[in-house]
């Protein structure tokens, strides 16, 4: 299965794409270390395209009581 990881830079991303990867899965990392910015959506597109599924495991700020 093809997955993206949104967040694959970061402590469970990491572990998580490697856990992926070590399944068998075709797994596409992204952050913003990577040139994936998912708040302002540079890069977004170009890293889901083709994938399945997407798992977001980053640590986006809240930006008001409301969001959270």
């Known amino acids: 299965m093809k997955i993206m990881v949104a967040g694959a830079s970061g402590v469970a991303g990491t572990q998580l794409t ?11 990392a992204a952050s ?4 994936v910015d998912t708040v302002t959506g540079r890069g977004l597109e170009a890293a889901i395209a083709g994938n399945e ?5 980053t640590n ?3 930006f ?5």
């Not at 490697?18 to 596409?28: E, I, M, N, Q």
């Not at 599924?53 to 495991?57: E, R």
């Not at 008001?64 to 959270?68: I, L, M």
């Open 32 to 35: 913003l270390s990577l040139g």
């Open 53 to 57: 599924i997407v798992i977001d495991v």
């Open 64 to 68: 008001g009581d409301s969001s959270a």
């Open 60 to 62: 986006a700020a809240s």
């Open 18 to 28: 490697a856990k992926l990867r070590r399944a068998g899965h075709d797994v596409t």
